[in-house]
């Protein structure tokens, strides 16, 4: 008669937890900003957190010099509602909300920007694109590879 050795229900569990908690990048620090700007928006998206489902949007913020508001970007299944972004010249208000269950961070390199966003929370990001022009790349530092976009500096 042969014995077998069976692992615990429980243990291939935890492990199977900490498996995915491993893939999905966690990170751990907090942070907040704030301030006021032009811009409104309204996005939509969609997906299954690997690339599938869901399609990009353009959101546009409000001309520069007029109109006031928040442009916000939500982040969900792993990727951006919009992987484009309008906004005007000058300081602006990005509020970032985090759909996601794992942190988030939206970084803007070339703007100095790196703000962590902890899962079910949001932020509101000051952007100083005063010096900026064309295009600024934006990521989240935990999932590089599904959450891209650039935004699009007007005025």
């Known amino acids: 008669m042969s014995r077998h050795r069976f692992i615990p229900t429980a243990a291939l ?67 951006w509602s919009t992987n484009t972004l309008s906004l005007p010249k000058g300081s602006t208000t990005l509020k970032v909300v985090n759909a996601d269950t794992v942190e988030h961070s939206f970084t803007a390199d070339s703007i100095g920007v790196d703000q962590d966003i902890e899962g079910g929370e949001d932020a509101n990001i000051t952007l100083d694109l005063s010096s900026a022009s064309g295009t600024v790349a934006f990521h989240c530092k935990y999932h590089p590879r599904t959450m891209t976009g650039t935004i699009e500096v007007t005025g």
């Open 13 to 79: 569990a935890a492990l199977a937890v900490a498996t995915m908690l491993f893939v999905a990048g966690c990170g751990s620090s907090d942070g907040g900003g704030s301030g006021s700007g032009g811009g409104t928006a309204t996005t939509a998206g969609g997906g299954d957190g690997y690339g599938g489902g869901g399609g990009a949007t353009t959101t546009s913020g409000a001309a520069a010099g007029g109109g006031s508001g928040e442009t916000t970007l939500t982040a969900q299944g792993l990727k």
